[in-house]
C-alpha cells in the first residue's frame, strides 16, 4: 500500500527542471508532498484533493491525476536549497490508512 | 510560534530498558503521530491518535506504547520488546485527517548501547 516513487535519486544543476513521481496501487483521495533535508524534520508543501487539481508553491508545483493513481511535483529553475528527500504521502479513497512514499533523493549542484 | 517540539533531540538506551520521547504541541490539532525513519528509508506509522484518551495501532506498533492524555501531549515508550529500537523518532500533528498537512517535530534520535 506504500506509494511508490520515481525516480529514486536525481542530481540537478542550477537552474535545471525535474519532475518526481507517486504513483498509489489504490484510488486516491488525497495525496501530500513534503520535503526533508538530512537529519532534520520532513517539512510540508501542499496538499492536492481529489479532483483532479494542481497547485503552485513558488516554482514548485503539482497535479494529481485521479484516474491513473498518481501524483507528480514539479521543480522548476531548481535552487540549491531544493536539495533534499522529497516524500509523497497517500491517503485513499476508502479506510482511514496514510502512507508514506519511497521518497526520492534530489541534489542540486552549482 | 505554535509548533512541535520533541524532546531529548539525542537519546541513549542500553538494553532491557524503557524509554519516554517527549512530544508536545501547541497548534492546537487534533491529530497525532508518531513515525519511525530508519537510514535511508520512508516514514513508517507506529501509533496515530485523533482525539484524547484514544489511540490506534499503525504499521510497526509492536514493542511501543503511547498515550494522549491532553491534546497537547502524545509521549511514546520504546520498550524492551522493540529488539532493534535504533532509529529517528518523528512526532507529527494535523488539524484532523487527510485533507490537512502534518506539523512535522525535529524528531529524536534514539541510539541502542
Known amino acids: 500500500q506504500q506509494p511508490v516513487q520515481s525516480p529514486q535519486a536525481v542530481i540537478l544543476r542550477e537552474g535545471e527542471d525535474a519532475v518526481i513521481n507517486c504513483s498509489s496501487s489504490?484510488?486516491?483521495?488525497?495525496v501530500h508532498w513534503y520535503r526533508q533535508k538530512h537529519g532534520e524534520a520532513p517539512v510540508f508543501l501542499m496538499i492536492?484533493?481529489?479532483?483532479?487539481e494542481q497547485k503552485g508553491h513558488d516554482k514548485i508545483s503539482a497535479s494529481f491525476n485521479e484516474k491513473k493513481q498518481q501524483s507528480s511535483l514539479y521543480l522548476t529553475a531548481s535552487q540549491l536549497s531544493y536539495s533534499g528527500t522529497y516524500f509523497c504521502?497517500?491517503?485513499?479513497?476508502?479506510?482511514?490508512?496514510?502512507?508514506f512514499g519511497t521518497g526520492t533523493s534530489l541534489t542540486v549542484i552549482p | 510560534d505554535g509548533g512541535i517540539t520533541q524532546s531529548p533531540k539525542y537519546l541513549f538506551r542500553k538494553e532491557g530498558q524503557n524509554v519516554t520521547l517527549s512530544c508536545e504541541q501547541n497548534?492546537?490539532?487534533?491529530?497525532m503521530y508518531w513515525y519511525r525513519q530508519d537510514p535511508g528509508q520512508g516514514l513508517r506509522l507506529i501509533y496515530y491518535?485523533?482525539?484524547?484518551?484514544?489511540?490506534q495501532k499503525g504499521d510497526i506498533a509492536e514493542g511501543y506504547s503511547v498515550s494522549r492524555e491532553k491534546k497537547e501531549s502524545f509521549p511514546l515508550t520504546v520498550t524492551s520488546a522493540q529488539k532493534n529500537p535504533t532509529a529517528f523518532y518523528l512526532c507529527?500533528?494535523?488539524?484532523?485527517?487527510?485533507?490537512?498537512?502534518?506539523?512535522f517535530g525535529s524528531g529524536t534520535r534514539l541510539t541502542v548501547v
Open positions: 492536492l484533493l481529489k479532483g483532479g
Open positions: 489504490k484510488a486516491l483521495y488525497s
Open positions: 497548534l492546537n490539532h487534533d491529530a
Open positions: 504521502g497517500t491517503a485513499p479513497n476508502t479506510g482511514n490508512q496514510f502512507y
Open positions: 491518535s485523533q482525539i484524547v484518551n484514544d489511540f
Open positions: 507529527a500533528s494535523s488539524a484532523g485527517g487527510h485533507n490537512y498537512g502534518y506539523t
